[in-house]
C-alpha cells in the first residue's frame, strides 16, 4: 500500500490550496481516508476523514473552509483548502484505514507528508 500526497506551498492569509493524496495497493473506495496535520511543536490532529459510504468528518477549526473529496476512480483523495489563516501552517498527511479501525483513530497507512505554508 502507497500513499503519495501532494500540492503543499506557500500561501498567503486567505489564499487556497489544494492537496491530493494518491494511493496504490488498496480497494480504495472500501477504506476511510484522512487528512491529518502537524503543526511545529504541536500534536498531530485529525483534519478531516471521507468514508467509503459518503460520510465525513471536519475538524471545528476547518468547518466552512475545508472541503475533502475523493475520486474512486483514480484512487485519490482531496482537500480543498480556502481562507486559510496563517495558523493552518502545518504538515499535512493523507492516512487510510479500513473503516472499523478508522472508527477508534487508528490509521494504517500513511503518506509521507507535505508542508503547507501560511504567510500573514
Known amino acids: 500500500v502507497q500513499l503519495q500526497a501532494s500540492g503543499g506551498g506557500l500561501v498567503q492569509a486567505g489564499g487556497h490550496l489544494r492537496l491530493s493524496c494518491a494511493t496504490s495497493?488498496?480497494?480504495?473506495?472500501?477504506?476511510?481516508m484522512g487528512w491529518f496535520r502537524q503543526a511545529p511543536g504541536k500534536e498531530r490532529e485529525r483534519v478531516t476523514s471521507?468514508?467509503?459510504?459518503?460520510?465525513?468528518y471536519y475538524a471545528d477549526s476547518v468547518k466552512g473552509r475545508f472541503t475533502v473529496s475523493r475520486d474512486n476512480a483514480k484512487n485519490t483523495m482531496y482537500l480543498q483548502m480556502n481562507s486559510l489563516k496563517p495558523e493552518d501552517t502545518a504538515v499535512y498527511y493523507c492516512?487510510?484505514?479500513?473503516?472499523?479501525?478508522?472508527?477508534?483513530?487508528?490509521?494504517?497507512?500513511w503518506g509521507q507528508g507535505t508542508l503547507v505554508t501560511v504567510s500573514s
Open positions: 492516512a487510510a484505514s479500513n473503516p472499523f479501525r478508522a472508527a477508534l483513530g487508528a490509521y494504517d497507512y
Open positions: 495497493g488498496l480497494t480504495f473506495g472500501s477504506y476511510t
Open positions: 471521507s468514508s467509503g459510504g459518503g460520510a465525513t
